[in-house]
């Protein structure tokens, strides 16, 4: 086979498994198109045109009924795709785009008592906290993330710093509540999260 040949059925195998090929999580087929994504994002200038986007294009599903799984963290491509996700979903998704406006930002997993786990996404303007709480943007300007964390959940007993690591969140930074009386180890809402 010559060398342009070679080259060609290269170029179409590379087409065949990027296009062609869907991408499967959990037995659902969905086929990745970032094009699509990154043309949505497009226009995207602001913290209030982030909250838009996603209150118009993505709605909450829990991960049992999406995926028949406890805890499925998706790629922001596959919420794209989907249009619907849980809160460690839009977290991603969040700072995903926070990224795509030069906005850093953490992903912050809250824990409480009887149970009380939720996800959101912190990121710092002017040196004060504000937070992407299921897409919906509030500006908080609290001094300190403990005040966040507060206004997410007043009875927070501790948090974490996370990531997306395939399809689970991964714990890169516990963060315990001074003011409250339990600590990490008395609540059991870490089953899915897996420490560094």
């Known amino acids: 086979m010559s060398h342009a040949k070679l080259k060609l059925l290269?170029?179409?195998?590379?087409?065949?498994?990027?296009?062609?090929?869907?991408?499967?999580?959990n037995g659902q087929s969905v086929t990745m198109d970032p094009m699509t994504l990154e043309k949505a994002l497009t226009p995207i200038q602001s913290l209030e045109s982030i909250a838009q986007l996603m209150s118009q294009n993505i709605r909450f599903v829990e991960d049992r009924a999406l995926f028949q799984d406890e805890d499925y963290w998706q790629s922001p491509e596959e919420?794209?795709?989907?249009?619907?996700g849980d809160c460690e979903?839009?977290?991603v998704f969040t700072q995903f785009v926070l990224r795509k406006i030069n906005i850093g930002s953490d992903i912050v997993s809250v824990y409480g008592i009887r149970g009380y786990a939720h996800t959101v996404v912190v990121f710092k303007q002017d040196g004060l906290y504000n937070v992407f709480n299921d897409g919906r943007l509030y500006m908080l300007r609290a001094k300190s993330l403990e005040d966040v964390l507060s206004h997410i959940h007043p009875d927070w007993t501790w948090a974490s710093t996370a990531e997306r690591r395939g399809t689970r969140g991964w714990s890169t930074k516990k963060?315990?509540?001074?003011?409250?009386?339990?600590?990490?180890?008395?609540?059991?809402s870490f089953a899915d999260f897996f420490p560094i």
């Open 10 to 25: 290269m170029i179409w195998v590379m087409w065949l498994v990027l296009v062609l090929i869907p991408v499967y999580s």
């Open 79 to 84: 919420l794209w795709k989907r249009k619907a």
């Open 89 to 91: 979903d839009f977290a």
């Open 175 to 188: 963060i315990h509540n001074p003011a409250s009386p339990q600590n990490a180890s008395s609540v059991n």
